[in-house]
């Protein structure tokens, strides 16, 4: 198997701010018609708020490739990387490798616009987290599959997750990239096999320009890992216990993904995280002079105060909102619900895994873990008592919240700045090692077929 792909073919173009779902959708309006011979544009879903989604097809391979951007609205590189390749595979159609190619540039374009505040900088933690949006669970395209299990049912399928259900379907993915990006450390990836060699390839490609190989545990416990950087996905019902706890009997808050969904089709599917801000901490292997116990047990203990903090401020004003039911209402508590759920299942980890001793790695990951869950919980509850300010909601407890919350907002902020050095990932840098990471995978089961 071939692992390098010239850079100067797959380098994308620089860019100093992202597209917004208006924006995107033009540009790739113009892809279609400056290659009419080569690009199909077909509509496959309309969102909540009745845009229309759409699907770019290219090539006439015997085989198919199913590329995604926008599973979380605020994760938007992909929108970069899927105008970029769907350029590419029209001017160089040797990199199609026999597939035919779809391509969406953003499944979930109602959720994007919430986030568009941060889109074009500056690109700081600060910024990014005050005008950060991010969709409780149920609320998600890529995590409302249907999960038919009588111990945890869920069926509320969205209709962004409707379209997207309807690509798989009509393609048939042997190969479906789901474009994700992460806030601080290195790159990562998640598959659902590995194939030979293909997992020491996708690891070399961020070094290759650069980045940093995240040399961490997985975001979510229960993955498998396959080597450092690479990790296999885990099965859904491991998901939901971490996430949800293990409750048998009940409704489950949100479904599968769409990496379970497509495993009916045989799919292999490729989940890229590519980096905002890069860490060389986050690939580190020295001792950090802790045992894992303890580092797991601090960062639980952080992260189990985060909702009460949040609360003390906002929940004697939840009767007084008059948009009680704005995205960052259902956001702000689906949030909090969450940063309680990971701390639990770190201290469960805690007490059960063996006591080593703990990487740099390991320490920057969770501490990391930290300072994003806390600035997204205060961020998400500052833009809720913005939205009512901004109606005219000038109570005095409503003031009073939303002044006290921003003193919380600015404590988490300085000292996740004492904690992480802000080394902006290049854009494009991150578009193009997506680029690389599909193509690289595409090859792979290209070969293994």
Known sequence: MATEVRPSVTDVPAAGRFPG????????????EAYPDQVHRQRIGTSRLGDPITMLSVGQGERNA??????????????????????????????????????IGCIDPDGARLNEGWYAGPFTRRNYARHFYRPPMAEQPEWTFPALDPGAYFDRVLPETQALMRA????????????????FGGMYYYVTADGPGLADALAALPVGRGVPLHMGGPEIPGARRIRPGVFHVPAHDVVRDVVDGKQAGHEARFGTSSLHYAQQHGTFSLVVEVPMWSDD???????????????????????????GIIGEHIDHVERQLWVPRSPFATSSADLRTTTDGLAAALRGHADTTQDVQASIADLFELRQTVHMLRLRVAGTALRLLDGELAVGNHSRPVRTAHRGLLAVFDEWADTADENGVETLVPLEKAAGLQVDAILTAAEAVRDSR
């Open 66 to 103: 199913l590329v995604f951007a926008g599973p979380h609205p605020n994760e938007p590189i992909g929108f970069l990387t899927v105008a970029h390749l769907v350029r590419l595979l029209c001017e160089v159609p040797e990199l199609r490798y026999g597939y035919t190619w779809h391509c």
């Open 281 to 307: 901490r986050s690939c580190n292997q020295d001792a950090c002079g802790r045992t894992t116990t303890e580092i797991m047990t601090e960062a639980a203990d952080d992260l189990a105060t985060v909702s």
């Open 168 to 183: 798989i379907d009509l393609v048939r993915p042997d190969m479906m990239c789901s474009l994700h990006n992460r806030e």
């Open 21 to 32: 779902p208006d924006e995107l959708d033009r540009q790739l309006v113009a892809l279609a």
